[in-house]
RNA sequence: UGGGGCGGACGCAUGAUCGCUCCGGUCUUUGGGCCGGAGAGGAAAGUCCGAACACCGCAGGGCGCGGCGGUUCCUAACAGGAACUUCGGGCAACCGGAGGACAGUGCCACAGAAAAGACACCGCCGAUGGGACGGGCGACCGUUCACAGGCAAGGUUGAAAUGGCGAGGUAAGAGCUCACCGCUUGCGUGGCGACAGGCAAGGCAAGGAAAACCCCGCUGGGUGCAAGACCAAAUAGGGAAACGCUUGAGGACUGCCCGUCCAAGGUUUCCGGGUGGGUUGCACGAGGUGCCGGGCGACCGGUGUCCCAGUCAAAUGAUCAUGGCCUGCAGCAGCAUCGCAGGAACAGAAUUCGGCUUACAGGCCGCCCCAAUUU
RNA sequence: CGGAACGUAGCGCAGCUUGGUAGCGCACCUGAAUGGGGUUCAGGGGGCCGGAGGUUCAAAUCCUCUCGUUCCGA
């Protein structure tokens, strides 16, 4: 299994999971996004992103998208583990570049990078 | 060289690392691994038109409602495109508009005399008839009044005032007459046609608006891939089909009518429905492109060649380096090079095509027009 | 993805059908009344009718494009 790889079973698809998420998680509140965790019992944790359309035009959503997910594909640990996460995008979010991102979920979840994860 | 018009193509490139989706091959402990290939746009957008395709008890007739509107052609079709006609704008290249207002109904506020088969407020005249005064024996003549009457030249209003301009004519005037222009009608010529220009006659009839209703011509059944088809799981609360015996309320086809059909109860037969999934529809098509031929052109025909995203809380990304582009600073008399900092538009496939419209940093190419300069 | 509706004063709405003066309520300002405030009475201000273009003599109203908001559909 390779590090960084980031499969479609590492992503919530289905609404009945993200029912069930916002239904039974704890939520942390962000700068300008909703973090909400639930311990799901598998061993790896699952990620969903969801972008209201408020927030902009189809090219800024898929942008926050990848953004999102490519943080959580290199920074794994900075999210809780054995969770399922969803990373609700308010409509006034204004982050912008992967470090930023990084950064504002690390203070967030309060978990330390790892170095070789940064360094990659 | 400067300014402008029309059209076309592009819209970061290369490499490395880490990832995502699909296809092919291969290995496999059936989890997946490895190798190779493919992976957003000119607008993918807005959803404004037109179709394909699918279903709707298979959509028939009449009325109504909607859309389109110079002509001819192209096209599967269109509100699209091409060529041409005509009117308007521009010095020009070029750009924009387009049926009918003597079929009918209604509208044209305010102002103005009058706003639509004209009218007469100010005004002009008062020839003819009439009154008054004067002259004359008289027929009658002169002056005056503005009573009857004649007129619409000039003025005033307005976005718009019922042919224009000039001359003749007259009491004053008037297409009343004449020339030119406009208009109408007729004839024949050219053109497939819109229409063009020619001749003759009439003698002035006619305002705007149809993106008011409307008339004429052409055209449109409805709903939309969340259309629709299939599969398994799970469950009994219902559903479907046939018969056409009874009823004729209600409903569907289209908003209404006709017409057709469904329908409620009954009998018989069959198995589905909600919710959430999977497969399919779904990517080879009115397809792209090279060459040849036809056509002024849009486009068409022949032939060769290519396969070119296929997701579903929705893939096509992130980071770094190098190079090119643009802007600013520093530097310089100025330019180039070099240095530092920053920027790189509009925007993301969702059933698929043909158009239209809108958004767009930056530069590139072709043709044409105007002005200046040089020869 | 498909289908509808609405943008008019600070707020909530008329006016659009059949084109010529933009109006109503609350709020705001001034004055009267009160020792003061509220209530009440009288008067007043505030709009380029979401934006752009077109038709027309004239557009909030008719036509086209565009921006924004809201609703409905498995």
Redesign the pocket.
Known sequence: M???????SS??????E??LVYRQGRRLRGPGFLLVCCGSGLPGSRL???VPA?TG???RR?RI???VR?TF??HRDIFPSSSDIVFAVRPEFTLD??NEVRAAVAELTGLPERHDAAA?
């Open positions: 390779k590090r960084f790889a980031l499969p479609k992503l919530l698809r289905k609404s009945g993200f029912n969903g992103i969801s408020k035009c189809a090219v898929n998208k990848r953004l490519e594909r290199l570049g992967l990659a």
